[in-house]
């Protein structure tokens, strides 16, 4: 599976959108960007993932460069409740291989 | 929302008993995974199960580690010696799709504290 790199930490301003980024300049032509994350001990949730289109769902959107080798996950209106730590996982199949991710941590 | 559920939140335990970590994974979910996290280090997997059988584990999952769904809705992992080691937060996670799983639902852990 392929390495990814994280900022460790990030801040965002309430209500603002978060950008964080993930490279990912390894990832072979059938690996999946997978974003998830964890609200403090939490079990880790699942938030987008994406092959080679940028996708959107309910609660981020994920944008990945043409040459694959970077994506960036979006919250649009970020909240206090959006604080936690993010990972950008790439890989195929089912064993998801977590890194130390970025910490966001969402300011009123 | 169904949710993947995990019994007990805390166990506590002494070195060197068995201990099972139980878990409800979503009902027409059919890939269960365990994973733990040690306090303060990355989410680590354990094992993939598929058709009543381990399709991937890792080094960590050794003799020591079993899993088994004894029946149509649990999902069990089994420690048979705890070692001081083993202390973490253990997480259960369910999925509809193997190969390209693309999402997998973690239950809320249960944390296993070895003494």
């Known amino acids: 599976d392929a390495k990814t790199t994280q900022p460790p930490s990030m801040d965002c301003a309430e209500g603002r959108a978060a950008n964080l980024p993930c490279n990912h300049s390894?990832?072979?032509?059938?690996?999946?960007v997978y974003w998830y994350r964890q609200i403090h001990s939490q079990g880790p949730q699942y938030i987008i993932h994406?092959?080679?289109n940028n996708e959107t769902n309910e609660m981020a959107s994920l944008i990945i460069t043409e040459d694959r080798k970077s994506s960036t996950l979006i919250l649009p209106h970020a909240t206090l409740r959006d604080t936690a730590v993010y990972y950008c996982?790439?890989?195929?199949?089912?064993?998801?291989?977590f890194g130390a991710g970025t910490i966001l941590r969402v300011k009123s | 929302e169904p949710e993947v559920t995990q019994t007990p939140s805390h166990q506590v335990t002494q070195m060197g008993q068995e201990v099972i970590l139980r878990c409800v994974p979503i009902?027409?979910?059919?890939?269960f995974y365990w994973y733990r996290q040690i306090l303060g280090q990355k989410v680590e997997f354990l094992v993939s199960?598929?058709?009543?059988?381990?399709?991937?584990k890792s080094e960590i999952f050794d003799d020591q580690f079993s899993v088994e769904r004894p029946d149509g809705s649990n999902f069990t992992l089994k420690i048979r010696s705890t070692k001081l080691e083993d202390s973490a937060m253990y997480f259960c996670?369910?999925?509809?799709?193997?190969?390209?799983?693309?999402?997998?639902?973690f239950g809320p852990g249960t944390r296993l504290t070895v003494t």
């Open positions: 996670a369910s999925g509809t799709s193997g190969r390209s799983s693309y999402e997998q639902y």
């Open positions: 996982i790439v890989g195929y199949g089912n064993k998801l291989v």
């Open positions: 390894t990832i072979s032509g059938n690996e999946y």
């Open positions: 009902s027409n979910h059919l890939y």
């Open positions: 199960f598929y058709n009543n059988e381990i399709s991937e």
């Open positions: 994406g092959l080679k």
